[in-house]
């Protein structure tokens, strides 16, 4: 990849969307970390609470929301052709 292919189109970086997204991402992580958590149910092990699956997703969403963001900040860049 050469300089020309890393240069990013004007706009949002991907900080600010990663910024943007976290909300979005954290639900997700929560949403699925409690799921996981009914899951454990069938193998003996006891349900997560959503109070916990909330706490966890707090620090998890931000990794989730940081991807999100590359992914976005990508699809801008193909859009505007860069």
């Known amino acids: 990849m050469d300089q020309q292919d890393r240069r990013a189109a004007p706009g949002w970086s991907v900080g ?3 910024i943007l997204l976290y ?20 193998v003996g092990l ?9 706490a966890a997703a707090g620090p998890l969403g ?6 999100a963001g590359r992914w976005a900040r990508h699809l801008l860049n193909e859009a505007s052709g860069d």
């Open 16 to 18: 600010g969307l990663a």
């Open 62 to 67: 931000i990794p989730a929301a940081w991807a």
């Open 23 to 42: 909300p979005f991402a954290a639900a997700a992580v929560a949403i699925n970390l409690f799921m996981l958590g009914l899951l454990a149910q069938s």
């Open 46 to 54: 006891s349900a997560l609470a959503p109070i916990t699956a909330l």
